[in-house]
């Protein structure tokens, strides 16, 4: 069964941190690229971080690049999103995603297979 299951969101003060998880089924987490999309209230789907290949390569949104920082553990089929410095702007349903590989990393339309989503609202 393919599953997408995210976890960690909650309410904080700007400046202050929050870590996302997503447990992913293992066929997707060993064949797609994992990646982290967000909606804000009133806004469209927004890329946030993604992994290249199945490598350490990772690619992030530049309103988020140097705050927020994507990685895994391939032993618990996990990917996380480690969430720093944050701004009320970040406010938003997180969603853990999957896309094939050799997609258009940044473009929300190659994620295929998508979470039910976490709540992140930071107050200012």
């Known amino acids: 069964q393919v599953q997408l299951v995210e976890s960690g969101g909650g309410l904080v003060q700007a400046g202050g941190s929050l870590r996302l998880s997503c447990v992913a089924s293992g066929r997707l987490f060993s064949s797609y690229a994992m990646g982290w999309i967000r909606q804000a209230p009133g806004k469209e789907r927004e890329f946030v971080a993604t992994?290249?290949?199945?490598?350490?390569?990772?690619y992030y949104a530049s309103s988020v690049k140097g705050r927020f920082t994507i990685f895994r553990d391939s032993a618990k089929n996990t990917v996380y999103l480690q969430m720093s410095s944050l701004k009320p702007e970040d406010t938003a349903v997180y969603y853990c995603?999957?896309?094939?590989?050799?997609?258009?990393?940044?473009?929300?339309?190659?994620?295929?297979?998508w979470g039910q989503g976490t709540q992140v609202a930071v107050s200012s």
């Open positions: 995603a999957a896309r094939p590989y050799g997609s258009s990393w940044s473009s929300v339309e190659s994620y295929e297979y």
């Open positions: 992994f290249m290949r199945s490598g350490p390569l990772t």
